[in-house]
Structures are given as structure tokens and as C-alpha cells.
């Protein structure tokens, strides 16, 4: 079972956010709230990089990050060493960021898709475990990328 789950929005995400942290807790899941606590105009790269550095520094095993598209707080959540944020858009894609990339951020676009289905990519993306086998092959080459100095 998950420790924690760290959430992050920007405020086109919020409502989402709110819907997506209550699922959860209804669930008896633990949740950190990383911001943004409001609809007020707020830069996403920051609340992505509040989740990331969360999950990368242990005090939160997964992420979850909304903002409009889900595109930003992909792009600045990856920026974070050890992340592996993966933009999902239907359950297909939640389940094979999980089995193939062992993501550990989801970012959803609050404007891309309803709340019922980001719900049901939430579900899935939290239940589905990571294969390992030539997948962590894989990941482990991520991982090395990450620490070469351009």
C-alpha cells in the first residue's frame, strides 16, 4: 500500500486536484498537498517541482500533477533528478508509464480530459506495478542520461 501521494496543481488544475485528493482520501490514502490552494493565477514549474523534489526526496512514494494540458508540469517535473513524470491521457497510457517506465509522477491535463476519466487513469495508474525485466534495463539508461553533465 502507498505511503503517501503528493499533489500539485496550478490553478487550472485546482478543481481537479480537489476532486482527485478527496478520491483519495475516501480511499484512506495519505495525501501531501503541495499547492496551489486556490483558482488564483499561479506559475505551475513551481508546484510541479514541490511534488518532484517530495517524491525524489522520499517523503512521498508517487505524484500526481494537474495543470490545463498536463504538458507543463510534465516538462518541469522531469527537469527534477529521479523523476520520471509521464503525461497520461487515457488508461492505456496511465498503465504503461507504470509497467514499462515505472513513472512516479502522473500529470494530468485538467482541460483535456473530464474528471471521471482522470479518476479512472488515477485508479489505474496507482494500482498498476512496474514489469522490471528489460523495462528496468530501460529505466536504468533514464536514470544515467540524467547524471551526464551537458
Not at 52 to 75: D, F, L, Q, Y
Not at 85 to 97: G, I, Q, R, V, Y
Not at 132 to 145: A, E, L, M, P, T
Amino acid at each position: 500500500m502507498l505511503k503517501i501521494i503528493a499533489l500539485g496543481s496550478d490553478h487550472a488544475g485546482f478543481e481537479l486536484k480537489e476532486k482527485i485528493k478527496q478520491y483519495l482520501e475516501k480511499r484512506k490514502l495519505k495525501i501531501k498537498d503541495c499547492g496551489c490552494y486556490s483558482e488564483e493565477s499561479v506559475d505551475y514549474p513551481d508546484y510541479a517541482e514541490k511534488v518532484a523534489r517530495t517524491v525524489a526526496n522520499g517523503k512521498a512514494e508517487k505524484g500526481i500533477v494537474i495543470c490545463g494540458t498536463g504538458i507543463g508540469m510534465s516538462m518541469a517535473a522531469n527537469k527534477v533528478l529521479g523523476i520520471r513524470a509521464a503525461l497520461c491521457w487515457n488508461e492505456e497510457t496511465a498503465e504503461m508509464s507504470r509497467k514499462h517506465n515505472d513513472a512516479n509522477i502522473l500529470c494530468l491535463g485538467a482541460r483535456m480530459i473530464d474528471h471521471e476519466k482522470a479518476l479512472r487513469i488515477v485508479d489505474i495508474w496507482l494500482k498498476t506495478n512496474f514489469e522490471g525485466g528489460r523495462h528496468r534495463r530501460r529505466v536504468n539508461k533514464i536514470s544515467i542520461i540524467e547524471k551526464k553533465i551537458c
